[in-house]
């Protein structure tokens, strides 16, 4: 069974985030809390790795996992190219729960792109998550704890629950702030597309689209 680990949802210890980071790096599995729902996190540009959570989740491998990044100044690494409308809502909500879908780097493998070539991003603003992604100096999984279909788990007794054998460790912050997942938008279409309605409403959206 996985091991949880409770740490400061505010200040989070370093070397708790050095451990899980560590594990992440060796294609270990971490679950931690976002400012939404509780994330399955591994190294996204390991297949190995993102392998484990399709089968930890049961997720159909034709649907792309999202993913975190520390800091938008690495976005172009990861994207081919970044839309003017893109720049604005990343201006206006990143940090934050609005995962933004872009034309994927080749660079990222096409099993984490669900070989659709698009990638979703977004920068978390919860304090683990933040150092977490940014210790393991890679971006990371981003997908919901929770096995396919299922509800997101807002607490990590809930993911131990559901899922605490198939995963190595567990990051308890405590309880997020809300059952609903990240907002998802497409900048790859024209016009933007909304894909999910999550923490930010479509009406906070309206003039940045």
């Given at each position: 069974m996985a091991n949880i680990i409770k740490i400061d949802p505010i200040i989070p210890d370093p070397l708790i985030i050095s451990e899980a980071a560590l594990l992440i790096n060796k294609e270990g599995v971490v679950v931690f809390p976002t400012e939404t729902l509780y994330g399955l996190g591994v190294n996204a540009l390991s297949e190995n790795a993102i392998r484990k959570v399709f089968n930890i989740k049961g997720r159909n491998y034709e649907k792309p996992i999202p993913i975190l990044?520390?800091?938008?100044?690495?976005?172009?690494?990861?994207?081919?190219?970044?839309?003017?409308?893109?720049?604005?809502?990343?201006?206006?909500?990143?940090?934050?729960?609005?995962?933004?879908?872009?034309?994927?780097?080749?660079k990222l493998p096409s099993l984490l792109t669900g070989n659709t070539g698009k990638i979703g991003i977004r920068i978390s603003n919860n304090p683990i998550a933040q150092e977490l992604v940014k210790q393991a100096d890679t971006p990371i999984t981003a997908t919901s704890a929770n096995i396919s279909g299922q509800k997101g788990c807002t607490t990590a007794l809930e993911v131990y629950e559901n899922m605490g054998?198939?995963?190595?460790?567990?990051?308890?912050?405590?309880?997020?702030k809300g059952s609903l997942g990240s907002t998802v938008i497409d900048v790859t279409c024209k016009p933007i597309k909304i894909i999910r309605e999550g923490v930010i409403k479509l009406e906070e959206l309206r003039e940045y689209l």
């Open positions: 990044i520390y800091k938008k100044e690495i976005l172009s690494e990861f994207v081919s190219n970044v839309p003017e409308k893109a720049e604005n809502l990343i201006k206006n909500f990143w940090p934050g729960g609005l995962t933004i879908i872009f034309e994927a780097s080749p054998n198939k995963v190595n460790l567990i990051l308890d912050g405590g309880k997020t």
